[in-house]
């Protein structure tokens, strides 16, 4: 990557500031998690990660809104018409759509491609058909929804890091591999909501109506692992990155051990969270954490 491409894009505008504060809005509101542990990100590398979540976001909804009036092939039209958009937008560093605009500014200046966006939108396209998957579909979708959004902001934070590359490809499993956890801890807390109201089963081969505790542990023996690969990396992040993502790790950690403490029949009536209060302890930690 060029390190004079972000002093050659053009000057900053209003329309690029809005855009950024668009995305900014829509990942405090969504998710409050993530929206805490981005206040530990440096100046640098804070907005920029917000465009890459917002863009996530808006397309996780159009797959996800459980309205049933909103049918398969307006959701469809609706994800080309945005995948066409980004496409566009990285050609010319502009949308209409604010959230786009903002992502784009933020993958031109950070060596985001299409070899990691594509594999996005097309697990996306998997949630319009894909009710049960097998191990292979299971595999193709975390990459696409999870893995390379950890790919997506890695790029972001070694941006202006020298040796960019090199580092890419030492810590990219890692990032791959924080993302899935990210991922399958999210189906396993919304198994219920996904196979009621969603009409999907993510974990192949789980049978929901009789989800036991074994299963449970299974699930979470699998994740154990991914986390356990991704904390490796972790120390291994520029500075300005280093404590958001070692937040974003504890607090899913938390959520994991939260979870086997769970009785399965319980995780099927009610979601698992981690309270804000502990949330706010896990951030404290890894701030002060980090800076030991």
Same mark, same amino acid.
């Given at each position: 990557m060029n390190p004079l491409l972000f002093s050659r894009q053009p000057a900053r505008t209003l329309y690029d500031s809005v855009s950024e504060g668009s995305a900014a809005v829509v990942i405090r509101r969504y998710s409050s998690s993530f929206g805490l542990a981005s206040l530990l990100l440096g100046k640098p590398v804070r907005t920029p990660v917000r465009n890459v979540?917002?863009?996530?976001?808006v397309a996780d909804e159009i797959v996800d809104n459980p309205d049933p009036t909103l049918g398969r092939e307006p959701r469809e039209r609706m994800l080309t018409w945005l995948q066409d958009d980004v496409r566009q937008a990285l050609q010319t560093s502009y949308s209409g759509n604010l959230v786009v605009h903002a992502f784009a500014r933020t993958a031109v200046a950070c060596?985001?491609?299409?070899?990691?966006?594509?594999?996005?939108f097309d697990s996306m396209r998997m949630d319009l058909d894909t009710s049960v998957h097998t191990p292979e579909t299971f595999e193709r979708y975390v990459y696409g929804s999870a893995e390379v959004v950890g790919l997506m902001c890695l790029r972001v934070f070694l941006a202006h890091e020298p040796g960019r590359d090199?580092?890419?490809?030492?810590?990219?499993?890692?990032?791959?591999?924080?993302?899935?956890?990210?991922?399958?801890?999210?189906?396993?807390r919304d198994l219920a909501e996904d196979h009621d109201v969603l009409r999907r089963s993510y974990f192949p081969g789980l049978d929901v109506d009789g989800f036991c505790d074994e299963d449970r542990d299974q699930i979470l023996d699998d994740i154990d692992e991914d986390l356990a *690969? %991704?904390? &490796?990396?972790?120390?291994? =992040?520029?500075?300005?990155? +280093?404590?958001?993502?070692? *937040? %974003?790790? &504890?607090?899913?950690?938390? =959520?994991?051990?939260?979870? +086997?403490?769970?009785?399965?029949?319980?995780?099927?009536q009610a979601r698992v969270r981690v309270p804000d209060p502990v949330k706010v302890r896990v951030v404290a930690g890894a701030f002060y954490g980090s800076r030991a």
């Open positions: 979540y917002a863009l996530v976001r060596g985001i491609t299409a070899e990691v966006i594509d594999p996005f090199r580092d890419y490809d030492r810590l990219a499993p890692g990032a791959q591999r924080l993302g899935a956890a990210f991922q399958k801890l999210n189906f396993l *690969a %991704a904390a &490796a990396v972790i120390p291994a =992040l520029p500075s300005g990155s +280093r404590r958001a993502v070692l *937040a %974003a790790y &504890a607090t899913f950690a938390e =959520l994991a051990t939260r979870l +086997r403490a769970t009785p399965a029949t319980e995780i099927l």
